[in-house]
T-cell receptor, first 114, second 113 residues
Framework: SQELEQSPQSLIVQEGKNLTINCTSS?????LYWYKQKYGEGLIFLMM?????EEKSHEKITAKLDEKKQQSSLHITASQPSHAGIYLC??????????????FGKGTLLTVNP | DVKVTQSSRYLVKRTGEKVFLECVQD?????MFWYRQDPGLGLRLIYF???????EKGDIPEGYSVSREKKERFSLILESASTNQTSMYLC????????????FGSGTQLSVL
């Protein structure tokens, strides 16, 4: 079974709508990273969350870490076509929160229709 | 701007060929990584290196080797390419300690025929 489950796998929204992507771990989360990938390209770092309850925002994207639920959520407010892409979460599921062996979710494909 | 550069964007090779994928970073990062990305399987770690000449196996090292002779360069070697190694290969780097964010290259789409 997948250690980091992302939901939904894909999402189509109308421009201006809000949306949430979830990342749930089967193991203790020591830190969680969110990345965005344009089709066929490399990953762009969005945010890193390291403490339970931590919340970070960048422009219209907000991410939260719920350590008890072993889950993180990524929320986009008033989506725009520029938000379209694949969103991936990554985490160290070993010990200590290192990035040596990050496990990634399979990604959520976001389409934003104008 | 920070940069992780992968030598080829697209590569087509024949089964049995020896293939070299090169990655260079200009940020003086200690850590470098090679991942492969496949539909339905996501991103999987092949090898990583935390210092020159040091390497550690990731989750799927079979069929691959790596070389890090200089801090800025990390090479992935497919000793004898096979069709199941057709994939998108992504290089990444980061500072030590190991809880810093990863910077990724643009990827190399490798097709093995």
């Amino acid at each position: 079974s997948q250690e980091l489950e992302q939901s939904p796998q894909s999402l189509i929204v109308q421009e201006g709508k809000n949306l949430t992507i979830n990342c749930t771990s089967s193991k203790t989360l020591y830190g969680l990273y969110w990345y965005k990938q344009k089709y066929g390209e490399g990953l762009i770092f969005l945010m890193m969350l390291q403490k339970g309850g931590e919340e970070k925002s960048h422009e219209k994207i907000t991410a939260k870490l719920d350590e008890k639920k072993q889950q993180s959520s990524l929320h986009i407010t008033a989506s725009q076509p520029s938000h379209a892409g694949i969103y991936l979460c990554g985490a160290d599921l070993g010990s200590g929160g290192s990035n040596y062996k990050l496990t990634f979710g399979k990604g959520t494909l976001l389409t934003v229709n104008p | 701007d920070v940069k992780v550069t992968q030598s080829s964007r697209y590569l087509v090779k024949r089964t049995g060929e020896k293939v070299f994928l090169e990655c260079v970073q200009d940020m003086d990062h200690e850590n470098m990584f090679w991942y492969r990305q496949d539909p339905g399987l996501g991103l999987r770690l092949i090898y990583f290196s935390y210092d020159v000449k040091m390497k550690e196996k990731g989750d799927i090292p079979e069929g691959y080797s790596v070389s890090r002779e200089k801090k800025e360069r990390f090479s992935l070697i497919l000793e004898s390419a096979s069709t199941n190694q057709t994939s998108m290969y992504l290089c990444a780097s980061s500072f030590w300690p190991a809880n810093e964010k990863l910077f990724f290259g643009s990827g190399t789409q490798l097709s093995v025929l």
